[in-house]
């Protein structure tokens, strides 16, 4: 079946870096998007920004330009989000998610615990 | 950026009865070439991802019961609940796909009465 299957959870020290991988399944990969959305505890969902699975082209939201790169690997079916210099308000649940009819969001990965910590 | 607000933030309703969220735009998510609203609705149940429950503002997602429904257009928007049941205990996002950032209302938590 259609699904997204995320790395696992991830403790980092301050000024780290973490690469986050979402790998699909169950749908042509290169025909849609995959977006990044992070939860941090208590807070609304967050949107990160977006690849076309097909190009590669990217959008990131202007809150994370420079911090965040988001890539694809067509040959193992997997996407990828980098966030770099963390700081402890990065800590945070982190998803995938594919643009679906119209680009809104109808599957989603397990999502990914990122703990930033000294 | 568009700002989405919703309401009530908490609502209590008995099993059976009806539950209504609101949502509300800084401005329109009505796309005029082709009069889609670029409005979801999502469920989030706790330790889970979202699940989309409605796109383009009213269309039902494959799977979903049909006591979901989502109604509105342009800045304006309701997500009902017709008859409560006790799945149906989540969090409610609404969420705008009309332009970049992709921005999410605060959630509204339904609990049962």
């Given at each position: 079946q259609v699904q997204l299957v995320q790395s696992g959870a991830e403790v980092k020290k301050p000024?780290?870096?973490?690469?986050?991988?979402?790998?699909?399944?169950?749908y042509t990969f290169t025909s849609y998007a995959m977006h990044w959305v992070r939860q941090a505890p208590g807070q609304r969902l967050e949107w990160m920004g977006w690849i076309n699975a097909g190009n590669g082209d990217t959008k990131y939201s202007q809150k994370f330009q420079?911090?965040?790169?988001?890539?694809?690997?067509?040959?193992?079916?997997?996407?990828?989000?980098?966030?770099?210099?963390?700081g402890s308000?990065?800590?945070?649940?982190?998803?995938?998610?594919?643009?679906?009819?119209?680009?809104?969001?109808?599957?989603?990965?397990?999502?990914?615990?990122?703990?930033?910590?000294? | 950026d568009i700002v989405m607000t919703q309401s009530p933030d908490s609502l209590a309703v008995s099993l059976g009865e009806?539950?209504?969220?609101?949502?509300?735009?800084?401005?329109s998510v009505l796309y005029n070439s082709n009069t889609k609203n670029y409005l979801a609705w999502y469920q989030q149940k706790p330790g889970?991802?979202?699940?989309?429950?409605i796109y383009w503002a009213s269309t039902r997602q494959s799977g979903v019961p049909?006591?979901?429904?989502?109604?509105?257009?342009?800045?304006?928007?309701?997500?009902?609940i017709s008859s409560l049941q006790?799945?149906?205990?989540?969090?409610?996002?609404?969420?705008?796909?009309?332009s970049t950032p992709r921005t999410f209302g605060q959630g509204t938590k339904v609990e049962i009465k």
């Open positions: 000024g780290a870096s973490v690469k986050v991988s979402c790998k699909a399944s169950g420079g911090r965040v790169t988001i890539t694809r690997d067509t040959s193992a079916i997997t996407a990828y989000m980098e966030l770099s210099s963390l308000e990065d800590t945070a649940v982190y998803y995938c998610t594919r643009g679906g009819r119209g680009d809104a969001f109808d599957i989603w990965g397990q999502g990914t615990m990122v703990t930033v910590s000294s | 009806r539950a209504t969220i609101n949502c509300k735009s800084s401005q889970q991802p979202p699940k989309l429950l049909d006591r979901f429904s989502g109604s509105g257009s342009g800045t304006d928007f309701t997500l009902t006790a799945e149906d205990v989540a969090v409610y996002y609404c969420q705008q796909y009309y």
